[in-house]
């Protein structure tokens, strides 16, 4: 009979199950996927994008706040969209670069920052710049 191509995900790497249950190239016992490292990196991604996405919709409303026209508002959308297409293809090269959780620490980092400034632009010249 043949062999079955079942990957072995548990084990980290690909190694092919055959119909008697071994595996060929792995001895690893199976891991649980709610780990705790698994539980605080969901908890810290959801953090993030929720803080990202809730930006957005409240932006128009603090440029308003700061005197903004409604052009400034949408120029205002406009760039930090343009800078978060931008900075895309550059972040790739970056990652092979350095390493993902460097990288990773220094956007978290970065991310922060630019977070918590943007509670003190004064102006919406100030927030356009921030945020390209």
Do not use: C
Request: a negative charge.
């Amino acid at each position: 009979m043949g062999v079955d191509t079942n990957i072995d995900l548990a084990a980290g790497e690909n190694s092919l199950e055959t119909e008697s249950g071994s595996h060929a190239g792995s001895d690893a016992k199976a891991q649980s996927l709610w780990s705790r490292s698994f539980v605080l990196l969901s908890i810290a991604t959801f953090l993030l994008f929720s803080s990202f996405y809730l930006l957005l919709p409240t932006m128009p409303l603090s440029i308003k706040a700061l005197g903004g026209l409604d052009a400034h508002v949408g120029l205002s959308t406009g760039l930090f969209t343009l800078a978060a297409v931008l900075a895309r293809p550059f972040a790739g090269g970056f990652i092979d670069s350095y390493g993902r959780k460097p990288f990773l620490l220094w956007g978290l980092g970065l991310f922060i920052v630019s977070m918590v400034s943007y509670g003190w632009m004064g102006s919406v010249t100030a927030l356009n710049h921030s945020s390209f």
